[in-house]
C-alpha cells in the first residue's frame, strides 16, 4: 500500500495566515486549496507555494483579483502564487486547470 504523502506543516501555516490575511481585508474566503509541488510532495527549497483561494466575490474580474491577491501575498510570504476562483467556478468549471487543483490539492482548514 502506498502511503499518504503529508504537506509540510509550515507550508499549511503560510496558506492559513495568507487565507486568514485576505478574510481581514473583507474577502470571504470559501476554500483554501494548497496545489502544485507542494500539496504533491514534489517541492523543493525554492519552490513557490500555489493557493487557490474560492470567494463568492471572485470571477469578476480575474485580472484585478489576480493583481489584489499578488500584493497581498508581500503581508504574508512572497513566494505565494495566489490563484483567485469563483465558488461557481470551483464547483462547475471542468477545464483542466480546475479538475487538477481539485484533484490534487489539499484543502486547508483557516
Known sequence: MAQKKTVNQDIVRVAQRFANHVQRQGIPVARTVLFGSWAKGKARKDSDIDICLVSPQFGKDDLIEMRYLLMETMAVDSR?????????????????????????????DI
Do not use: H, N, Q, R
Open 80 to 108: 505565494i502564487e495566489p490563484i483567485p476562483m469563483s465558488t461557481k467556478d470551483y464547483e462547475t468549471d471542468a477545464t483542466p486547470f480546475v479538475l487538477e487543483i481539485k484533484k490534487y490539492g489539499k484543502i486547508i
